[in-house]
């Protein structure tokens, strides 16, 4: 908080809070869910071969309670190249458990979510608001960032990047003539 340089006994002013921005953390959308990757390079004979008939028996074998209702990330971490047909099988044996499955790495898949958890923000609270996106967020990427300018800007009256002590100025909604 800050004085206003009076030196009588006024009461510590806090004028970012006083100034009526809305601060925004990308980090509030995220959830602690474990994203468990399913990397079909486990799978891979010499490396590069898929076997259909070893494949089918090895997702047989799977134990489902790993599985069951959880967030996966199906990747291959080779450069092999995967059939058509073992992404299918993949995706059918986990969608039998109620798992929720994306494509990509953990790390592409936790953006993935993100992205969806901005595409399905409230916007009501930022109708005509002045908005600061918080910088030092441990989930902002230009992804998200970029998503979350798309989402925001039709309602915002001005959008800033950085800090509420500090920020760049993004967006100013033009006054209509």
């Given at each position: 908080?800050?004085?206003?340089?009076?030196?009588?006994?006024?009461?510590?002013?806090?004028?970012?809070?006083?100034?009526?921005?809305?601060?925004?953390?990308?980090?509030?959308?995220?959830?602690?869910?474990?994203?468990?990757?399913?990397?079909?390079?486990?799978?891979?004979?010499?490396?590069?071969?898929l076997k259909e008939k070893?494949?089918?028996?090895a997702l047989s074998e799977?134990?489902?309670?790993?599985?069951?209702?959880?967030?996966?990330?199906?990747?291959?971490?080779?450069?092999?190249?995967?059939?058509?047909?073992?992404?299918?099988?993949?995706?059918?044996?986990?969608?039998?458990?109620?798992?929720?499955?994306?494509?990509?790495?953990?790390?592409?898949?936790?953006?993935?979510?993100?992205?969806?958890a901005i595409d399905q923000?409230?916007?009501?609270?930022?109708?005509?608001?002045?908005?600061?996106?918080?910088?030092?967020?441990?989930?902002?990427?230009?992804?998200?960032?970029?998503?979350?300018?798309?989402?925001?800007?039709?309602?915002?009256?001005?959008?800033?990047?950085?800090?509420?002590?500090?920020?760049?100025?993004?967006?100013?909604?033009?006054?209509?003539?």
């Amino acid at each position: 908080m800050i004085n206003d340089g009076d030196s009588s006994d006024a009461p510590l002013r806090n004028r970012v809070e006083e100034s009526g921005l809305i601060a925004f953390d990308l980090s509030r959308l995220v959830t602690d869910e474990i994203i468990k990757p399913f990397d079909l390079a486990g799978f891979l004979e010499s490396g590069f071969v898929l076997k259909e008939k070893t494949f089918r028996s090895a997702l047989s074998e799977l134990d489902e309670a790993n599985w069951t209702a959880s967030v996966v990330a199906l990747h291959c971490s080779t450069d092999a190249i995967i059939p058509d047909w073992a992404w299918m099988l993949v995706t059918s044996k986990l969608s039998e458990l109620n798992a929720l499955i994306y494509f990509g790495s953990p790390t592409e898949v936790k953006e993935q979510r993100l992205l969806e958890a901005i595409d399905q923000l409230d916007l009501n609270p930022f109708e005509d608001g002045r908005i600061v996106i918080k910088g030092c967020s441990e989930v902002t990427s230009p992804k998200g960032l970029a998503r979350l300018i798309q989402r925001l800007q039709p309602s915002a009256h001005s959008i800033f990047y950085g800090e509420p002590c500090s920020t760049v100025p993004v967006y100013k909604r033009r006054k209509k003539s």
